[in-house]
């Protein structure tokens, strides 16, 4: 595990998203797993800003996007479909047809997850995910529970997690219920995988993900197994760091 820490926002979404553009220019037909949550909003700013200098494409490039909120219109502001739309892909040259997000509208969501899991076979596999970190040790929508699952899956949101995301909605009765997540098998087998965390109200569950007992009931600290994981922090979350 390589662990940087930052002191300023801008140098941390600047290293991110240097590591991002770094694998697409070794890698033209790179496939990214992409995360949402207000974390990447600056990573993927810094992203479109270098794109517009003309250095580098996504023409090749295939995403993943790591969830979808369970019966949300797609079309609504605060969609994975809007988010990844309004911060990416409205700003860059990736073909529609490569860029997927789970449909959280599928009248059959045990299908759609199966649909998405060999999408991501097919691809040949990420070859690099950005994760956040959600307050209950949550990535994607993996949810500390006795046991998590491999593949993409519904998923029950924790109380934690509606309330944490209530910010993004008019109140936490507005926030769905379920979505669609990417499993931690799927997440753990990307060969690079970049973890983002930022704010002193991360600091716990970063000491707890990085430094803790690995254990489903924080389903990050299972990164602590990954071969290839680069975890950037800002001085505040990295503070209770030992
Ligand atoms: N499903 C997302 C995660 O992918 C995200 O990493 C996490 C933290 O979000 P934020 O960056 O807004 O703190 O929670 C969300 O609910």
């Known amino acids: 595990m390589n662990v940087l820490t930052f002191d300023s926002d801008d140098k941390l979404n600047e290293a991110a998203a240097n590591i991002i ?12 797993g992409l995360a949402t949550g207000g974390t990447p909003v600056g990573i993927y700013k810094q992203v479109v800003r270098e794109f517009n200098r003309g250095m580098f494409s996504f023409r090749n490039v295939t995403t993943f996007n790591l969830d979808e909120y369970v019966n949300i219109p797609i ?10 739309n309004s911060h990416l892909f409205s700003h860059i040259d990736l073909p529609a047809a490569q860029c997927h997000i789970p449909d959280g509208n599928a009248a059959d ?18 070859d690099l995910q950005l994760l956040g970190l959600g ?8 949810e500390p529970a006795h046991a998590l699952i491999k593949g993409t899956h519904v998923v029950d949101l924790a109380e934690e997690t509606l309330e944490a995301n209530a910010r993004f909605f008019d109140s936490v009765d507005d926030v769905p219920k379920q979505a669609l997540t990417m499993g ?8 690079k995988i970049l973890l983002v965390v930022k704010g002193a109200d991360k600091a716990d569950i970063v000491k707890r993900a ?3 007992p690995i254990t489903t009931d924080c389903p990050a600290s299972l ?3 990954h071969p290839n994981l680069i975890v950037l922090l800002d001085a505040a979350a990295a503070g209770k760091l030992s």
């Open 135 to 142: 307050h209950n040790g949550h990535i994607g929508f993996n």
């Open 21 to 32: 553009i770094g694998q697409i220019q070794t890698t033209p037909r790179a496939v990214l």
């Open 210 to 212: 990085l430094q803790g």
């Open 184 to 191: 931690v098998g799927t997440i753990l087998k990307a060969k």
């Open 109 to 126: 969501p045990a299908d759609e997850c199966r649909r998405y899991d060999e999408a991501i076979e097919l691809s040949g596999q990420i």
């Open 75 to 84: 079309d609504h502001p605060e969609s994975y479909h809007s988010y990844m």
């Open 223 to 225: 990164l602590q197994t």
